[in-house]
């Protein structure tokens, strides 16, 4: 039987389990997959950020808040 560690019994804050748990999974936050899909559609758009919120399917004082807000 293995020999316990002095580590054995102490807990992962929820912090750290979080995160350890969307590397494993593959996961990313909203704010982070929102902020891609801006981006993207702003250097698709060339800039044009009307055009960026109707590639996003958002309206342009949305895309406004959303940049402001990220």
Do not use: F, W
Not at 20 to 41: D, F, G, W
């Amino acid at each position: 039987m293995p020999k316990p560690t002095k580590n054995s019994n102490k807990r992962t804050s929820p912090e750290k389990l979080l995160a350890q748990l969307r590397k494993q999974l593959r996961v990313e936050p909203l704010e982070t997959i929102e902020l891609r899909a801006i981006r993207h559609a702003l250097q698709a758009a060339r800039g044009d950020k009307l055009l960026a919120a109707a590639l996003l399917g958002i309206g342009k004082t949305t895309l406004y808040r959303r940049l402001k807000d990220l």
